[in-house]
Every structure is written in structure tokens, then in C-alpha cells.
């Protein structure tokens, strides 16, 4: 699992170096705990870190401002209200795909005839690609190797995320499909 501490007064989800491996026979809590305990100060501000498997927080720990011992820190599984909370956070930070946009990070692989090409991840670009290889069969994957778009002679025959096709990608690519509208040039994305 790996950790994070959340600033409660900036929403700034900052992943710590430090990381939690559950095994069978190790007390899950105390080896938070024992990680937790070097963020104390931090914790005692109001902030809490978290335990978390992806985008999702599994425990969660707090200063607890309510015991009579004040270094006392409290670990807990996440609630769910902490669960959205840090996983708002966790797409700010990670840039998860919203629901009208396809894939991670700002560039995305297309793949024709087994070359491979970066692809900015713009909509513009997305259709610059699909028009400059339409007559070959065109994959575009994102950078988890999820497959996003497939097209074919310029039709398309997957697209994982149906609202980034019928919102964003359809609008822009029909028009240049049917010749109303020029394509613009694809210009492989550089690092």
C-alpha cells in the first residue's frame, strides 16, 4: 500500500516515500503507526495520512485531538466520506481521466503497422492521427496499456470511454471524415 498525507488546509496530497506491504501475520496497524509516527507533527496541523491500494484509501490516520495522551495518533479503517475525500484529492494530484477524456497523463501510444507514436492527448491531435493513418488500422493504448481507441480504414471500432467519443471525438472527426473541415497535421507529441 502505498501512503499519503493530505493538508487538510490546501487539499495538496503529497505521496509519501515510504510504503506498507499487508502481509499474512503483520500487524497491519502498528506498522502504520510506526510509519505514521515520523508525519506527527504534520498530523497534529490537522492533516491525515493514508493508506491506500491505487485511488482508493484503505486506513486512515489522525491525531487524535480527542484522548488525554496528546501524542496519541489514531488509526482507522477510511470511512467512505475520507475515501471520496482522498480520492477528489487523488485525481487532482494524478490527473484521472474525467468521463469526457480518455486515458492517463497528457499523451497517450498510437500504433500503426507496429510503429509506435506518441499522441498529445488532445482531442485536435487524437484526429489528426486517425485522419493521417485511415487507411491502416490504428490502436491507440494509454500509458497503463488500456487499450483506449481502434479504428479502422478511419472508422472506429472501439473507443473505451462512449462519452469522450459521442461528446468530444465524433464532433471534430466527422466534419474531417466527410471533408468539410481539414484535418490538422499530427505532430508526434515529445517529452
Not at 82 to 108: C, M, Q, W
Not at 160 to 177: E, K, R, S, V
Request: one cysteine or more; hydrophobic letters at 40%; aromatic letters at 12%.
Amino acid at each position: 500500500m502505498e501512503l499519503y498525507l493530505l493538508n487538510k488546509q490546501t487539499e495538496v496530497l503529497e505521496k509519501l516515500q515510504e510504503a506498507f506491504n499487508e502481509q499474512p501475520g503483520i500487524d497491519c496497524e502498528e506498522g502504520i503507526l510506526n510509519i505514521a509516527d515520523k508525519y506527527r507533527e504534520s498530523l497534529i496541523e490537522g492533516n491525515k495520512l493514508f493508506a491506500a491500494d491505487g485511488e482508493r484509501a484503505k486506513y486512515r490516520v489522525t491525531w487524535a485531538s480527542w484522548s488525554t495522551d496528546e501524542n496519541k495518533l489514531y488509526f482507522d479503517v477510511a470511512e467512505s466520506d475520507e475515501r471520496v475525500e482522498f480520492h477528489d484529492a487523488y485525481k487532482r494530484v494524478f490527473k484521472l481521466p474525467t468521463p469526457a477524456s480518455i486515458g492517463f497523463g497528457s499523451y497517450l501510444y498510437g500504433y500503426v503497422d507496429g510503429e509506435r507514436y506518441l499522441i498529445s492527448k488532445t482531442v485536435e491531435q487524437i484526429c489528426a492521427f486517425i485522419m493521417k493513418y485511415r487507411m491502416q488500422d490504428v490502436q491507440i493504448i494509454d500509458i497503463l496499456d488500456q487499450l483506449e481507441l481502434e479504428t479502422s480504414m478511419g472508422f472506429i471500432m472501439h473507443c473505451a470511454n462512449q462519452q469522450f467519443l459521442h461528446d468530444q471525438l465524433l464532433p471534430m472527426l466527422i466534419p474531417m471524415q466527410q471533408g468539410e473541415v481539414e484535418a490538422e497535421k499530427f505532430v508526434p507529441h515529445s517529452l
